[in-house]
């Protein structure tokens, strides 16, 4: 799970439960009163995803939510879980009412793993990797 409190009734929460082996990704919206709740498109996925140990406990793993961060313009960025480690790198993009999946680069394979805006401005910048463990940095205004 990943919080993200812009103001006292402007609170975000992001990830996922799991039922009986199904997932569900969702994100609750708190305006002072009630708590909405916003389902991801197809493909979405909330968080940094399954990380996995090495070692003895190989097949176990932990989830790690990476980036929540409000777009400066009403909207959220989340980074979400990745579909394997050559996938498409994408981003989480909550504007107008409802989630929608970005392409970032769409010639290049990896993943987007941590994002963050620069304070005062509308720049937005997104670190992961790409082609097997090379760094991915991407930046947008």
Wanted: proline share 7%; charged share 20%.
């Amino acid at each position: 799970m990943a919080v993200l409190p812009l103001v006292a009734d402007d609170v975000w929460v992001t990830g996922y439960v799991e039922e009986n082996g199904v997932r569900k990704d969702t994100s609750y919206h708190w305006d002072e009163s009630t708590w909405r709740e916003d389902v991801l498109p197809p493909g979405g996925r909330f968080g940094g995803g399954r990380h996995h140990t090495f070692g003895p406990d190989a097949d176990t793993g932990y989830y790690a939510p990476d980036g929540l961060i409000e777009d400066g313009a009403g909207g959220l960025w989340a980074v979400p879980s990745a579909n394997g480690a050559y996938s498409d790198p994408r981003i989480l993009h909550y504007t107008n009412g409802s989630w929608r999946l970005e392409q970032t680069l769409p010639h290049v394979k990896g993943a987007v793993q941590g994002i963050t805006r620069v304070p005062g401005t509308d720049s937005v910048w997104a670190v992961g990797f790409r082609d097997g463990g090379n760094p991915l940095v991407i930046s947008a205004d």
